[in-house]
């Protein structure tokens, strides 16, 4: 099974800051690497799909980087709204698995 | 546009079974696969199973492996979940999500249901 990992587990971040959230994968999953976020008491949403690809209306201050084990996350500008718990997700090699997640509270 | 809504989700007692259904709407449901993920109280996403968009199919994860199900009705834009034996460990939100690309198995999820909560008490 390819174990996620996510850094930071919490971030609290000023709005117009640039957060960065890594995933590393415990072997190589070339692309198919996936960012959601969550939330509370939400459903996920997809924002990146493929390591790099913008899901259809996502604000444009999220992107994503990265191939093989290690991933980006990137929000660029931080807004009151982006309160919320992201977690990468491969779908590379069954079983599919998702990373713990990383909250990201506003200050 | 896309909706899918999950239903049949309660308190069950250890070693019962549940069938969990998510309704699907305002895509070609038949031309994608569909995955479950669940959510225990407070805790992060885990993955539990995957179909192919005709049902051919079918992948789980270990901890639910021979013991849930997963089923589709193409004719009626139905995921099903079938749940047996039960344990306390299964308590959570249960979510369908549709996968992004047509005609391929496991994806990313590019939509999810609101969730229905299972419950196993201990």
């Known amino acids: 099974e390819i174990v996620l990992t996510q850094s930071p587990d919490f971030q609290s971040v000023t709005p117009k800051e640039k957060v960065t959230i890594t995933c590393r994968a415990s072997?190589?999953?070339?692309?198919?690497l996936h960012w959601y976020q969550q939330k509370p008491d939400q459903s996920p949403k997809l924002l990146i799909k493929y390591a790099s690809q913008s899901f259809s209306g996502v604000p444009s201050r999220f992107s994503g980087s990265g191939s093989g084990t290690d991933f980006t996350l990137t929000i660029n500008s931080l807004e009151v709204e982006d309160a919320a718990t992201y977690y990468c997700h491969q779908s590379s090699s069954l079983p599919f698995t998702f990373g713990p997640g990383t909250k990201v509270d506003i200050k | 546009q896309v909706q899918l809504v999950e239903s049949g989700g309660g308190v069950v007692q250890p070693g019962r079974s549940l069938r969990l259904s998510c309704a699907a709407s305002g895509f070609t449901f038949s031309s994608y696969g569909m995955q479950w993920v669940r959510q225990a109280p407070g805790k992060g996403l885990e993955w539990v199973t995957v179909?192919?968009?005709?049902?051919?199919?079918?992948y789980y994860a270990d901890s639910v492996k021979g013991r849930f199900t997963i089923s589709r009705d193409n004719s009626k834009n139905t995921l099903y979940l079938q749940m047996n034996s039960l344990r306390a460990e299964d308590t959570a939100v249960y979510y369908c999500?549709?996968?992004?690309?047509?005609?391929?198995?496991?994806?990313?999820?590019?939509?999810w249901g609101q969730g229905t909560l299972v419950t196993v008490p201990s």
């Open positions: 072997q190589s999953i070339g692309s198919s």
């Open positions: 999500a549709k996968d992004a690309e047509t005609f391929v198995t496991g994806t990313a999820c590019d939509y």
């Open positions: 179909i192919s968009y005709d049902g051919s199919n079918k």
